[in-house]
């Protein structure tokens, strides 16, 4: 049925009071309460980039890491250790970011926020706008960073969203004893724009803002947006395996405003996550042909697999209600659809809010794409960079959900994002590792639920097998005039049976390009299986070795060269002569060059190789003054028969007597060996 709405109950916000001031253009002055509106105004969000605005990132990366413009290479790009990047040294303090107006400072995090003073200068003032303690910019002790929604620790991540202006100016000095770990978002905005400069002593009314925004963030689920003359449309949908069903076809100009889905789902958890990623939820604005959203249908309210209840700004998710507060516009028509690849018939009562909008307004086109290794960009150049999203035109990255199925354990998630904007050559945001995008810090397995970001699942409470992650960027959008490139490193390769999928939420002109496809749904289940007991670190065992233990071995890639997923099978506590036997599978009888990765490392053993009991060459010592990974090895060419071969490792001379140390505990390591067909 469909039935006309005067008003919304619940926390609600009036979209269209705010159509006024930023429908047609790009304001030219804000107040701050306009400006802390943009921590809640999702229509606002939805407003295609002026020219000029722009969103980017100061953070503790490495600065190792390079773009060499002279020979169009990246230098050293994924060094590690990122806790002490920083602009310059002024004294004994240290300048960590330096911005010109007119601008806005949309988030700061840490990993330790420690006693030694943050001072925010603003506008060449010489007297400091904020000078704290870094802790007190995040513990929500002191006015006005003490709005609970806003200022927080979230799984041992310090997080303060309160936005901080300037007109022309800023510049952050860090005290010794600061902490170590930081970013700073920041937004510029069009030359011509004025803005307020941030003071702490807020206004009555810029405090009502803060608290306004901060009572709409605590209660997210319970947030409705509301519009005048908005209408509903709820029905119960059936969809019978192999079909779909139309759960919207309305006529622009209009924007959904709030989506909600009670799905019927199966008691079990395997059937529900099953379920949820076989079912498929498709939107098309104004009649173009490839949809501009396409997801599993659980993936896209912002968590995987299955149901895993959360609550945040736009997106949330429980057992009984999934729903959006995504502003979708479009000006001719659109429609919805939630397609069923399974083999069962679902059933869901669907509930769509949406209201008129000016035609005239410079409105965007929602889209979310859910994906696995699309579009990865030249392993030859960048081996360990996963997109997250590629598109072309102009609009406005929002975030995106990460869910990763991470079976062998070991902590997956130092990989930083690195976004380039209209083809710049060096990334304008170049994060610290991947749990700091998300809001927390220190691999910290604990679930947490912020407005903004989400750590919905992590299965075992130890970051292996499922974990799911999200991250909303609404104040914090980075806009683009051209293009938008987003990665993050995967540390961790899909031969390790480390898989990432992600759904990317961002805005796009309608002429824009979005080469995302559906995705079959062979893809989309079955991907997350565990590896065979006798695989470690992917390589298969055969047996127990003659002497010693064999197990996992953790490695940094910035000890030396690159190991395949930051581990190796490492042999330790074996004695002259013990044997390692080890698997490898031809897949038809032919010419096959057998190819290895191997661990050098002081007191490390000299071995000889056999394949199939005939020795392979000459012994090889992998004795070495430091730590580091051999090249690929070519170790001779074989005429094979289809099935399973033996490699075995013997070890003929013990390396010289070392310390232990964390990773001069073993004497024989392995990155990984293979067939290669010839």
């Not at 959203?293 to 968590?303: C, E, I, M, R, Y």
């Not at 209600?321 to 669907?350: E, Q, R």
Request: charged share 25%; glycine share 8%.
């Amino acid at each position: 049925m469909i039935r006309f709405k005067s008003a919304l109950k619940s926390l609600s916000i009036s979209l269209f009071l705010v159509a006024i001031l930023c429908c047609t253009s790009f304001a030219k002055e804000f107040s701050y309460a306009d400006i802390v509106d943009e921590l809640t105004n999702l229509q606002k969000l939805a407003l295609l980039p002026a020219d000029g605005q722009k969103c980017a990132l100061w953070s503790s990366y490495n600065q190792v890491s390079k773009y060499d413009p002279n020979t169009n290479t990246y230098i050293e790009w994924y060094r590690n250790g990122d806790g002490s990047g920083i602009i310059r040294m002024e004294g004994e303090n240290q300048v960590i970011a330096e911005m010109n107006g007119p601008g806005c400072i949309n988030r700061i995090w840490s990993a330790t926020a420690g006693q030694g003073h943050l001072k925010i200068y603003l506008d060449g003032v010489q007297t400091p706008a904020v000078d704290l303690p870094f802790i007190k910019y995040c513990d929500g002790s002191t006015t006005p960073f003490n709005r609970k929604s806003l200022v927080y620790v979230a799984a041992k991540g310090y997080n303060n969203y309160t936005p901080i202006p300037y007109q022309k100016s800023c510049k952050i000095i860090a005290e010794p004893n600061w902490g170590k770990y930081y970013q700073i978002t920041y937004q510029t905005f069009p030359k011509d724009t004025i803005v307020p400069t941030f003071n702490m002593n807020l206004s009555a009314e810029d405090s009502a803002a803060l608290d306004k925004a901060d009572a709409i963030l605590s209660n997210c689920k319970a947030f409705i947006p509301s519009a005048n003359e908005s209408k509903e449309i709820s029905k119960l949908i059936t969809v019978e395996p192999g079909k779909q069903a139309e759960i919207f076809n309305l006529k622009g100009p209009a924007s959904i405003i709030r989506l909600e889905i009670k799905p019927q789902l199966p008691a079990d958890k395997k059937q529900q996550e099953d379920l949820l990623r076989q079912l498929t939820i498709q939107m098309n604005w104004d009649n173009q042909k490839n949809p501009a959203v396409w997801s599993p249908l659980g993936d896209f309210f912002g968590t995987a697999p299955g149901v895993n209840e959360y609550s945040s700004f736009p997106l949330g998710m429980s057992n009984d209600l999934f729903y959006s507060n995504w502003f979708m516009p479009f000006s001719k028509a659109g429609k919805g659809i939630i397609g069923n690849d399974s083999n069962t018939t679902f059933k869901a009562d669907v509930r769509i809010v949406y209201a008129p909008i000016d035609a005239n307004a410079d409105y965007g086109r929602f889209h979310a794409k859910w994906h696995r290794d699309a579009f990865l960009p030249d392993a030859k150049i960048w081996p360990l960079d996963w997109t997250i999203l590629k598109t072309k035109g102009r609009g406005k990255f929002c975030g995106f959900a990460l869910n990763l199925w991470n079976p062998a354990g070991k902590w997956w998630g130092e990989g930083d994002e690195r976004f380039f904007v209209d083809g710049e050559k060096f990334p304008s945001t170049f994060g610290t590792g991947t749990e700091d995008y998300f809001g927390y810090a220190w691999c910290c397995p604990k679930l947490f639920y912020a407005s903004y970001h989400n750590q919905t699942a992590n299965t075992n409470g130890n970051n292996t097998d499922h974990i799911s992650l999200n991250r909303w960027q609404i104040a914090d959008n980075v806009p683009f005039q051209k293009s938008f490139d987003a990665y993050i490193e995967k540390y961790f390769s899909n031969s390790r049976k480390t898989f990432y999928s992600a759904v990317s939420y961002w805005y796009l002109d309608a002429k824009g390009q979005d080469e995302y496809k559906p995705v079959a749904v062979n893809e989309r289940l079955g991907y997350y299986a565990r590896p065979a007991e006798n695989v470690i670190a992917g390589v298969a065992i055969s047996g127990e070795p003659s002497g010693g233990k064999i197990e996992l071995g953790g490695l940094n890639r910035h000890d030396g060269y690159n190991w395949r997923d930051l581990d190796h099978l490492a042999w330790k506590d074996a004695k002259l002569g013990d044997k390692l036997h080890l698997e490898l599978s031809a897949d038809k009888d032919g010419k096959y060059i057998l190819i290895g990765k191997f661990t050098k490392q002081d007191g490390y053993a000299t071995v000889q190789l056999y394949l199939d009991n005939k020795k392979i060459g000459e012994p090889m010592d992998f004795q070495n003054d430091k730590l580091i990974s051999t090249p690929e090895l070519s170790l001779g060419k074989y005429d094979l028969k289809a099935g399973k071969h033996i490699l075995t490792v013997e070890i003929i001379k013990l390396g010289p007597p070392v310390k232990p140390t964390k990773y001069r505990d073993a004497m024989f390591g392995i990155d990984y060996v293979k067939l290669k067909p010839m």
